[in-house]
T-cell receptor, first 114, second 114 residues
Framework: DTAVSQTPKYLVTQMGNDKSIKCEQNLGHDTMYWYKQDSKKFLKIMFS???????INETVPNRFSPKSPDKAHLNLHINSLELGDSAVYFC?????????????FGEGSRLTVL | AQSVTQLGSHVSVSEGALVLLRCNYS??????LFWYVQYPNQGLQLLLKYTSAATLVKGINGFEAEFKKSETSFHLTKPSAHMSDAAEYFC????????????FGTGTRLQVTL
């Protein structure tokens, strides 16, 4: 039973399109995250939700809109996709935002914008 | 701002040889330090973490890391590399000890050869 699952794993789309990535965790954690990993493997936090409330919103274009319908789900919607959005997007969760640093990651969603 | 520097984006060792992956942090306060591993096409998983208890931390799969305040380092070692250790390794730091404030290094790819 996968702890943090993301769909889809692969996404290939044209510039200007809108796409969504879904994430679900069955660990009972309160906090979920979206990270972006670029082509150089640099990993940067984008958003974090705690119990459905946004607690971290890094400098991310407002074309990116996260949504958390409940604490087990965190989705990411991206409007007007650009070439620079191509990356691997990782969902992660932790017990709480004050947990001592262990994040549980999904397998990633590789987005390619053509 | 908190940061970690991983020296060497790519390290190659022979099977059975010592693995040494380097990580230095910048800090004026005691940090919490972590090593995560990313196997191909998978999400990151925690190898070990330092949270100001013992300076030598043992993790999974035979890895360990030593916190050296005088050198601001947290290098990852394993006495004998195995082919299955081939992966990307990320050092991460948090000065609040909280999952929501992790900053990752740029990663080191470990290659293990016969």
């Amino acid at each position: 039973d996968t702890a943090v699952s993301q769909t889809p794993k692969y996404l290939v789309t044209q510039m200007g399109n809108d796409k969504s990535i879904k994430c679900e965790q069955n660990l009972g954690h309160d906090t979920m995250y979206w990270y972006k990993q670029d082509s150089k493997k640099f990993l940067k936090i984008m958003f974090s939700y705690n119990n459905k409330e946004l607690i971290i919103n890094e400098t991310v274009p407002n074309r990116f809109s996260p949504k958390s319908p409940d604490k087990a789900h965190l989705n990411l919607h991206i409007n007007s996709l650009e070439l620079g959005d191509s990356a691997v997007y990782f969902c992660a969760s932790s017990h709480s935002p004050t947990d001592t640093g262990e994040l549980f990651f999904g397998e990633g969603s590789r987005l390619t914008v053509l | 701002a908190q940061s970690v520097t991983q020296l060497g984006s790519h390290v190659s060792v022979s099977e059975g040889a010592l693995v040494l992956l380097r990580c230095n942090y910048s800090s004026s306060v005691p940090p919490y330090l972590f090593w995560y591993v990313q196997y191909p096409n998978q999400g990151l998983q925690l190898l070990l973490k330092y949270t100001s208890a013992a300076t030598l931390v043992k993790g999974i799969n035979g890895f360990e890391a030593e916190f050296k305040k005088s050198e601001t380092s947290f290098h990852l070692t394993k006495p004998s590399a195995h082919m299955s250790d081939a992966a990307e390794y990320f050092c991460a730091v948090s000065y609040t000890g909280t999952a929501s404030k992790l900053t990752f290094g740029t990663g080191t790819r470990l290659q293990v050869t016969l």
